[in-house]
């Protein structure tokens, strides 16, 4: 990161909004048993919901569970799921029902990434990222609609900033990401009526996530990236969007993409060197991790 006149502050959530703004509240959340989507759900939690995270690590889920429920006094249980079987994710929504009774709140969250360009990606991989991405959410919109309609509640899908310019490399995601982006939107329009809200959370570079070190060019840390407020993002920057999102403060936002990327986006080039990182790709190999 290059040097900064200002850089904006890490806030937690709970200084901003009141404790017991989600008491009673279910939070569905695909992916939060780590990263990004961990710290939304702690936030969530922290404000008073329960919550039910959904994964496919085992391991992962039990401990972020025993976790998240210490840290907040809140009770958070989980399902073991992929986002890409339908059946896995009604039977987590019920689970959630059974449980708890009601879903008020569901971020689709669960994403997979990896760098690679198109001449290096198969078939296979790129629908792959499709799957998890555009049809998993697809699928936890599907498996949890009647329990939202039924709470007038709220969806957060998380996308990304990087197809708002094509971005090398992440042509598989880009793709995943717009179309999240569109679902979320007649989402809005089609269950705004029913007292659903639906919006986008396109976080920038979140330091300290899995997503950030898959994508991390280990020789440069700095991804010669800089933002108008002068830091990567951090976790509670993502969980602070998602405690407004949800809250009632948010009661007429639906149908909206909010990227939390410090404005970056507005800054944004090619992360590799251009053009030679297309012309020669072995000159990126070593970052990129993918095949070429
Ligand atoms: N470059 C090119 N292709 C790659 C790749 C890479 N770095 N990593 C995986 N692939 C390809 C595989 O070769 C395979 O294609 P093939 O059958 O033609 O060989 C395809 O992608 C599927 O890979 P597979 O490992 O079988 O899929 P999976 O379902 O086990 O894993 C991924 C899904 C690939 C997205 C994996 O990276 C993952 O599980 N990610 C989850 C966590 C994550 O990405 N978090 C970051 C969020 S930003």
Do not use: W
């Amino acid at each position: 990161m290059s040097q900064s006149a200002y850089i904006a502050p890490i806030v937690d959530s709970t200084s901003s909004f009141k404790n017991d703004i989600f008491a009673g509240k279910v939070l569905f959340c695909t992916g939060g048993a780590s990263g990004i989507c961990r710290g939304m759900t702690e936030a969530v939690m922290r404000h008073g919901a329960n919550a039910v995270i959904i994964g496919r690590r085992l391991d992962r889920l039990e401990q972020a569970s025993k976790e998240l429920s210490a840290a907040t006094g809140r009770t958070c249980i989980y399902a073991q799921a992929d986002v890409r079987q339908p059946k896995s994710l009604k039977e987590a929504a019920q689970k959630a029902i059974d449980v708890f009774g009601r879903i008020d709140f569901v971020i689709c969250g669960a994403a997979g990434n990896f760098m690679a360009p198109i001449s290096g990606l198969s078939e296979n991989a790129f629908k792959t990222v499709i799957e998890i991405d555009t049809l998993g959410t697809y699928n936890t919109i599907k498996a949890t609609i009647p329990y939202v309609r039924a709470s007038k509640g709220a969806y957060i899908s998380v996308s990304a900033t990087l197809h708002y310019n094509a971005t090398p490399y992440q042509v598989h995601v880009s793709a995943a990401k717009a179309a999240v982006d569109a679902l979320s939107n007649v989402l809005a329009v089609e269950e705004g009526p029913h007292g659903v809200r639906s919006n986008v959370i396109a976080p920038g570079f979140i330091a300290g996530t899995e997503g950030f070190d898959r994508l991390a060019n280990k020789d440069d840390k700095s991804h010669g990236f800089s933002a108008p407020l002068g830091r990567f993002g951090d976790v509670k920057d993502v969980a602070n969007a998602t405690v407004f999102l949800f809250s009632d403060a948010a009661s007429y936002v639906t149908g909206q993409i909010i990227p939390v990327d410090g404005g970056a986006e507005h800054l944004r080039s090619t992360f590799f060197p251009y053009p030679q990182s297309v012309l020669d790709p072995t000159s990126v190999q070593k970052l990129m991790k993918g095949k070429l």
